[in-house]
């Protein structure tokens, strides 16, 4: 299953340059929560900036692959992947997408679960996130906090 997580404001912002535009603890347990131990595939402007946040500590990921244009590049301790759709199409296992910006959007297309974070109000930045056709999905779950919608969409029509 191909799941995607991000959290989003009411304009689709997800990031100010290549960090997250706001600071919600309740967001950041939860996304820690779901994708804890999980495999994931990110892009590595995305896996610099997470390396930032969590500096010599190890990522909280169980496998990561890191997708990249750039065949030249190589990271340490993780798998490569230098061309996302095939890898994407063809990978069997549960896998969470975790950003940035062009891995959703290539994404987007295959994803099975959506579990967005719609965080309340405006913020300022230059990333977003593409927009959805939400009649693919249904509703699968919510919960409001003062804060953050939190909801999983899951698609009418798995592929």
Known sequence: MINMIWAMDEDNLIGKDDLIPWHIKE????YKKKTKGQTVIMGDTTYYSLKGYYKDKPLPYGKIYVATIDKSLVIDGVKMVYDLIPFIKEF???????GGSTIYSLCLPYADALYISFVKGKHEGNRYFPKIDYSKYDLAWENETELVRYTKFLRKQLR
């Open 27 to 30: 967001d950041l347990i939860y």
């Open 92 to 98: 069997k296992e549960d896998i969470w997408v975790v």
